[in-house]
């Protein structure tokens, strides 16, 4: 009876004197702002994928998930034009997928030939290193992009067992032409690796025509699905350099991200489905939606009104006498715009004003262009001229 009493106590002691106080008080009420998410990313996320988000869970080994699962492959191979089977959702934000590409399909001293002219080109170069690749440059000024004769030329000159293209680089604006950077890969039987997270939804990937080997992207632009899934594509081509791997008995060094144990459960791999993490089912959810969403509009029009609701921001923007970072039309994205900081204006000033008194968000400049443009995104649900209007009116504002 004695040793009873004393193990209550024990246990409503422990109870009573928590180290660590209830925060409750001190947190308060979770109510999050509505912002209009102009910046270069995370984009507000449809109304319809949200909604999506609060359906009830399924268990990640449900037949019905799994079923689910293949929904969003399919989708997903339409929304890259692939007919690849390895193209899947990755758990975790597009760094999550290119890391799960990088990982899987580098080997210790493998060359990568990395065309840097804005922010990403420097995050492949530090994620490829750690995974043992013996990094190259080709590096031009932020904003600027490569013509196919540099990068055949830097191809031969430098022999690479994969090359890393960003389609859009989301700190300058820039738009990578990738027509004909395929072939030149294969006859130089290198693997051409594309980040497409800002451009997905926006412009043509088309990766197979293109003789894409490896792609990833990101939910949480102009797909209009918040960030937290990923897709990978990964070509026969890729995958032959996996199954080498695997037979030389060299590991993916990425637990999570290892792909010939993730196969298992993503693919009917061989039979029945193995457990390897737990898929982030509502996640799962909200990028199946967003995906329907996208093929309900057709991706020719979803590609249309990208195009257009850039055109009429670029003309307004001229109108107000605000000037783009890039000159040439042809070589802007759709989806983000980078917008130059007139002179004399303090940027941050800016863009606080947007975000505190009128709830906009819009991105500042990265690396070498902090300070000098503003990143406007108009993306997916986004994209609209409603938005682009109420962009240029809040930077207007701001700029008085
Ligand atoms: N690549 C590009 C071109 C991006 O714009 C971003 C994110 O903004 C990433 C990769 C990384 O994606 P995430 O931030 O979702 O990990």
């Known amino acids: 009876g004695n040793l009873f009493a004393q193990n209550v ?6 109870f009573s004197k928590m180290k660590v106080a209830n925060p409750l008080s001190e947190v308060g009420h979770f109510a999050p702002t509505t912002r209009l998410l102009c910046g270069p990313g995370p984009s507000n996320a449809h109304p319809r994928v949200h909604a999506a988000m609060a359906l009830p869970q399924l268990g990640h080994m449900d037949p019905e998930f ?30 999550a997928a290119w890391e799960a590409a990088v990982a899987n399909l580098t080997e210790p001293g493998d060359v990568h030939l990395v ?46 067992d994969l090359i890393w293209l960003c389609m859009a680089e989301t700190s300058t604006g820039a738009y990578q032409d990738i027509t004909g950077v395929g072939k030149i890969c294969r006859q130089h039987n290198c693997l051409f690796l594309l980040d497409t997270v800002t451009s997905i939804a926006a412009l043509p990937c ?47 060094p990425n637990w999570y991200l290892d792909m010939t144990m993730i196969k298992r459960y993503i693919t009917a791999h061989g039979g029945a489905r193995v457990y390897h993490h737990t898929a982030p089912i509502s ?26 609701v850039s055109e009429f921001f670029w003309e307004k923007l001229e109108e107000v006498g ?61 994209c609209r001229k409603d938005v682009a209007l109420t962009v240029i009116s809040v930077l207007l504002d701001g700029l008085k």
Not at 9 to 14: A, G, M, S, V
Not at 117 to 140: I, L, P, S, W
Request: hydrophobic residues 40%.
């Open 66 to 95: 799994l079923a689910i699962c293949e929904d969003v492959k399919k989708l997903l191979r339409y929304t890259w034009q692939t007919e690849e089977a390895f193209t899947i959702p990755v758990s975790g934000t597009g760094s």
């Open 9 to 14: 106590c024990l246990n409503f002691c422990c």
């Open 115 to 160: 065309f840097v002219n804005g922010y990403f080109g420097e995050r492949h170069t530090d994620m490829a290193g750690r995974y043992g690749a013996v990094v190259k440059q080709v590096r031009k000024p932020y904003g600027e992009t490569f013509s196919l004769q540099e990068i055949e030329e830097a191809i031969s000159a430098n022999k690479p």
């Open 322 to 382: 605000l000037e783009m970072l890039i000159d040439d039309k042809e070589k802007r994205l759709p989806s983000l715009h980078s917008v130059k900081v007139p002179e004399g204006i303090n940027a941050a000033e800016v863009l606080k004003n947007a975000r505190v008194n009128f709830d906009v968000e819009i991105g500042a400049g990265l690396g070498e262009l902090a300070g000098k443009i503003f990143r406007v995104g108009l993306m997916g649900h986004n």
């Open 206 to 252: 088309n990766l197979d025509e293109n003789l894409v080997d490896a792609a990833y992207a990101g939910g949480q632009k102009c797909l209009s699905c918040p960030p937290g899934i990923a897709p990978l594509m990964l070509n026969e081509r890729a995958l032959e350099k996996l199954a080498k791997r695997e037979q030389k008995d060299i590991k993916v």
């Open 283 to 308: 996640m799962m959810y909200a990028l199946r939606e967003s995906l329907s969403i996208l093929a309900e509009e057709t991706l020719e029009g979803s590609y249309k009104r990208h195009k257009e």
